[in-house]
């Protein structure tokens, strides 16, 4: 098991950027698959992004692509998401999530640990 915790959500004006940071417990997070989703007010939690254990392999949803970077620091236990040129659209609460596989994982239910979630709030 693998405790995670975000940081770096926040209000933000449309166009700008934030980077969220997922730390997560142990000595194991190299060994971990991770990915961000996101839940908006009234809708389910989507897919965002996500990166294998070693970074050679990422995938993003369609909605961010171009604009959303994952990379993970193995040595700092951390897996970060930049996100540029951000909408209204965007606001939701983010999620990091981890998965002992060795693939890159899109579909919530791959994953079997959570953190609590960080707020980003774009405003127009």
């Known amino acids: 098991q693998v405790q995670l915790v975000e940081s770096g959500g926040g209000l933000v004006q449309a166009g700008g950027s934030l980077r969220l940071s997922c730390a997560a417990s142990g000595r194991t997070f190299s060994s971990y698959a991770m990915g961000w989703f996101r839940r908006a007010p009234g809708k389910e939690r989507e897919f965002v992004a996500a990166?294998?254990?070693?970074?050679?392999?990422?995938s993003y949803a369609d909605s961010v692509k171009g604009r959303f970077t994952i990379s993970r620091d193995n040595a700092k236990n951390t897996v970060y998401l930049q996100m540029n040129s951000l909408k209204p659209e965007d606001t939701a609460v983010y999620y990091c999530?981890?998965?002992?596989?060795?693939?890159?994982?899109?579909?919530?239910?791959?994953?079997?640990?959570w953190g609590q979630g960080t707020q980003v709030t774009v405003s127009s």
């Open positions: 999530a981890a998965d002992k596989g060795m693939m890159v994982y899109t579909t919530r239910t791959d994953y079997d640990n």
């Open positions: 990166i294998s254990r070693g970074g050679g392999s990422i």
